[in-house]
């Protein structure tokens, strides 16, 4: 038999937080506290959540033009919004969160079989760690690529609990045309045609992730996840029914936490819609904190290009005034690149910025 290929990456040791806080409740080990600057503080935010902008789906398809407006300033000023009468069956959002938190009760050994790979995002496992000297997550993580077939690992796709695959292949497919209406009210809302994202973007690849923050004895000192924005066109995400409320964004230099409505979806705008928009749209910093007490549980989507796909910003969106910020890549380079390397805020959209005011 061939010798099993040594990966080049030595994260070290990467305690499951599920198991510490079964079995060594009040301990934090080492790797898992924060430098103090990167320590959640209280978000003294004088933002609110509640003036995170809400869009109801209804009147977008019903082609409400307040709503439409209301959504493209959400994507403008916010980056962040919540989407209501998203249409999508609530039955259906309870089953994926049940498979998902199914999932996460199993035994670490079976678990344990579907184990992400050092350096590689999915499976189950911490994603995103590529030294053992790197800060981890108070979080447990487990993703799949779901579209197009040639991002599956049919490996990673767990045999227990029953129908969990089934349930993701059903949930994914309805928040597919999700994203895709929103893009097309996106693209309404900017006065452009409908299809313009759609028809620049092939075959969009889709992803799933599912974290899950037990408690933690100190969360003052640690982190559910390293601040970061997402790599994709745009994010769906589910916070489990009955969750703390944990994820924060970076507004006006201010974390402001997210307080989920009930059966909504929180969407965020990432760093692909930043780069076709040129600018335009941000994509926006966020990250998630622990509570003392209770768990969370997200499950998260990302709908992005192809691989295939050549892209840089839009010419709809660069004019003398707007010149191009970024430069024209293969977005499947750019993946890779959000891939390897560490969550550590924007850091990975330095790859498409263009250093100098030259056009594109
Ligand atoms: O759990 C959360 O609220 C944040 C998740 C997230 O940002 C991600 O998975 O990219
Ligand atoms: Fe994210």
């Given at each position: 038999?061939?010798?099993?290929?040594?990966?080049?990456?030595?994260?070290?040791?990467?305690?499951?937080?599920?198991?510490?806080?079964?079995?060594?409740?009040?301990?934090?080990?080492?790797?898992?506290?924060?430098?103090?600057?990167?320590?959640?503080?209280?978000?003294?935010?004088?933002?609110?959540?509640?003036?995170?902008?809400?869009?109801?789906?209804?009147?977008?398809?019903?082609?409400?033009?307040?709503?439409?407006?209301?959504?493209?300033?959400?994507?403008?000023?916010?980056?962040?919004?919540?989407?209501?009468?998203?249409?999508?069956?609530?039955?259906?959002?309870?089953?994926i969160e049940g498979k998902a938190m199914e999932f996460f009760?199993?035994?670490?050994?079976?678990?344990?079989?579907?184990?992400?790979?050092?350096?590689?995002?999915?499976?189950?496992?911490?994603?995103?760690?590529?030294?053992?000297?790197?800060?981890?997550?108070?979080?447990?993580?487990f993703?799949?690529?779901?579209?197009?077939?040639?991002?599956?690992?049919?490996?990673?796709?767990?045999?227990?609990?029953?129908?969990f695959?089934?349930?993701?292949?059903?949930?994914?497919?309805?928040?597919?045309?999700?994203?895709?209406?929103?893009?097309?009210?996106?693209?309404?809302?900017?006065?452009?045609?409908?299809?313009?994202?759609?028809?620049?973007?092939?075959?969009?690849?889709?992803?799933?992730?599912m974290?899950y923050?037990?408690?933690?004895?100190?969360?003052?000192?640690?982190?559910?996840?390293?601040?970061?924005?997402?790599?994709?066109?745009?994010?769906?995400?589910?916070?489990g029914?009955?969750?703390?409320?944990?994820?924060?964004?970076?507004?006006?230099?201010?974390?402001?936490?997210?307080?989920?409505?009930?059966?909504?979806?929180?969407?965020?705008?990432?760093?692909?819609?930043?780069?076709?928009?040129?600018?335009?749209?941000?994509?926006?910093?966020?990250?998630?904190?622990?509570?003392?007490?209770?768990?969370?549980l997200?499950i998260?989507?990302?709908?992005?290009?192809?691989?295939?796909?050549?892209?840089?910003?839009?010419?709809?969106?660069?004019?003398?005034?707007?010149?191009?910020?970024?430069?024209?890549?293969?977005?499947?380079?750019?993946?890779?690149?959000?891939?390897?390397?560490?969550?550590?805020?924007?850091?990975?959209?330095?790859?498409?910025?263009?250093?100098?005011?030259?056009?594109?």
């Open positions: 038999m061939a010798p099993a290929p040594i990966s080049p990456i030595n994260v070290g040791h990467i305690d499951d937080v599920q198991e510490l806080r079964k079995f060594k409740p009040n301990t934090i080990p080492q790797r898992f506290i924060r430098d103090i600057q990167e320590r959640p503080t209280q978000a003294t935010a004088l933002i609110s959540s509640s003036d995170i902008p809400t869009i109801d789906l209804s009147k977008l398809l019903k082609g409400n033009r307040d709503e439409i407006l209301h959504l493209y300033s959400a994507c403008e000023e916010w980056g962040f919004f919540q989407v209501i009468n998203h249409g999508i069956a609530l039955n259906l959002l309870e089953n009760r199993l035994p670490l050994e079976e678990k344990q079989k579907y184990q992400m790979a050092p350096g590689t995002v999915q499976g189950y496992g911490q994603a995103f760690v590529f030294s053992e000297h790197q800060k981890l997550d108070w979080c447990n993580m993703a799949l690529g779901v579209i197009p077939d040639s991002i599956r690992n049919n490996l990673l796709w767990p045999k227990k609990p029953t129908n695959s089934n349930t993701v292949e059903i949930y994914s497919k309805e928040v597919r045309k999700l994203c895709q209406n929103l893009l097309k009210y996106i693209a309404l809302g900017l006065g452009l045609k409908k299809d313009l994202f759609e028809e620049a973007f092939g075959v969009a690849v889709q992803a799933i992730r974290n923050y037990p408690p933690c004895s100190r969360p003052d000192l640690v982190l559910g996840l390293s601040p970061h924005s997402d790599g994709s066109v745009l994010t769906v995400l589910q916070q029914k009955g969750s703390s409320v944990g994820l924060q964004i970076l507004k006006d230099d201010k974390w402001v936490p997210v307080q989920p409505i009930p059966d909504a979806f929180v969407i965020n705008i990432g760093d692909t819609m930043e780069v076709v928009t040129n600018g335009r749209f941000k994509s926006v910093e966020h990250r998630a904190v622990t509570h003392k007490h209770s768990d969370r997200s998260v989507t990302f709908y992005a290009p192809s691989y295939d796909i050549e892209l840089g910003p839009m010419p709809e969106f660069v004019d003398k005034k707007n010149p191009c910020k970024y430069r024209r890549y293969n977005h499947g380079e750019y993946s890779k690149h959000y891939v390897t390397n560490k969550l550590q805020g924007k850091r990975t959209l330095e790859f498409a910025k263009i250093p100098t005011k030259n056009s594109c």
